[in-house]
Nanobody
Framework: QVQLVESGGGLVQPGGSLRLSCAASGGDFTITVWRWYRQALGKQRELVAHITNDDSATYAESVKGRFTISRDNTKNILHLQMNSLKPEDTAVYYC?????????????WGQGTQVTVSS
């Protein structure tokens, strides 16, 4: 069974940086699209960025120019480099992927990692 595990969250001061990672493992699979979502307390989950197989990336307006999504296909790892962090970036960050395995397509989620931006 394919699983996603995030890492790299933590507490950072405004203006600081963090790098999130999401590793996929478990059997024989192919991932086409990777996404990062976030959910702040009391708010709906929102799409932060996504990246396709050909490395085409799209970002939410609120993070453009500050966040960079990247993927390592050989290791099945997704990254999110977050710079110039703001308090409003505080949220639980989730990775999500469209995967093909065992003859079927599906969407899988990680467990989330907390990012807190505060002085």
């Amino acid at each position: 069974q394919v699983q996603l595990v995030e890492s790299g969250g933590g507490l950072v001061q405004p203006g600081g940086s963090l790098r999130l990672s999401c590793a996929a493992s478990g059997g024989d699979f192919t991932i086409t699209v990777w996404r990062w979502y976030r959910q702040a307390l009391g708010k709906q989950r929102e799409l932060v960025a996504h990246i396709t197989n050909d490395d085409s990336a799209t970002y939410a307006e609120s993070v453009k120019g500050r966040f960079t999504i990247s993927r390592d296909n050989t290791k099945n790892i997704l990254h999110l480099q977050m710079n110039s962090l703001k308090p409003e970036d505080t949220a639980v960050y989730y990775c999500n992927a469209d995967r093909y395995s065992d003859g079927a397509w599906g969407s899988i989620w990680g467990q989330g990692t907390q990012v807190t931006v505060s002085s």
